[in-house]
């Protein structure tokens, strides 16, 4: 959508959902945010956090970069938005909930096993990836590089356990979960049919959400 036409979806959004909501955005700019879920997801244009949670503004507080990685926490790097997402949420916020929401046909997953242009204009790109190789490196180890939609469903899967594992290097995400403060989950998202995934830790598998409500 170019310029206009977003205007024009603005002017579309303020007649279908200002009376709708007003009261709902009132009462948020009022007494403010209080969400009960962190949401770390991918920027992949096709990821809608709150439309594929059928959520509402203030239910979910997003996080979104290329590939859904979760930086490992390091006091000594320099400032980096996700982190500092995480530890607004955890301990500003209180939220009791992170969900790490990957998804099918992620362009960054594919990226891992594609070689990037090492110049100026990818520097970050090259730099960013990085916080994927573990998954790239355990997928290959499980289903090989002969069948490559194996292997980018494998990392793809990976790449949210190992993030999960990211998280609980946060000294507040540590104690909370510890304490039993904060659930964390990992989602897969399949874009050409929207369901859900979650990961299982007992099971060690993804299973489909709604086997993970039963449970």
């Avoid at 070689?115 to 490196?137: R, T, V």
């Avoid at 594992?165 to 998202?189: E, M, Q, S």
Wanted: aromatic share 10%; charged share 25%; net charge negative.
């Amino acid at each position: 959508m170019n310029v206009e036409a977003l205007a024009k979806s603005h002017q579309q959004f303020k007649e279908k959902y200002g009376k709708k909501y007003s009261q709902l955005f009132k009462d948020l700019v009022e007494k403010g945010q209080s969400p009960k879920t962190l949401f770390i997801t991918c920027s992949d244009s096709r990821i809608v956090p709150n439309l594929i949670t059928f959520s509402k503004p203030g239910d979910l507080f997003i996080a979104r970069n290329i590939g859904n990685f979760v930086p490992p926490y390091n006091p000594n790097s320099e400032a980096s938005a996700t982190p500092a997402v995480i530890e607004y949420a955890v301990s500003v916020l209180g939220v009791s909930n992170i969900i790490v929401c990957g998804h099918t046909s992620c362009g960054a997953c594919k990226s891992l096993h594609d070689d990037i242009p090492d110049n100026d204009e990818m520097m970050n790109i090259n730099k960013w990836l990085k916080f994927g190789e573990s998954a790239k490196h355990k997928a290959i180890e499980l289903v090989g590089e002969s069948d490559l939609d194996a292997l980018y469903t494998a990392t793809e899967k990976f790449n949210i356990t190992e993030q999960l594992k990211n998280l609980l290097t946060y000294p507040a995400v540590k104690r909370k979960v510890a304490n039993g403060d904060i659930n964390v989950f990992g989602w897969y998202y399949h874009l050409k049919s929207g369901e859900l995934e979650c990961f299982d830790p007992v099971d060690k598998c993804f299973i489909a959400l709604e086997g993970v409500l039963e449970k």
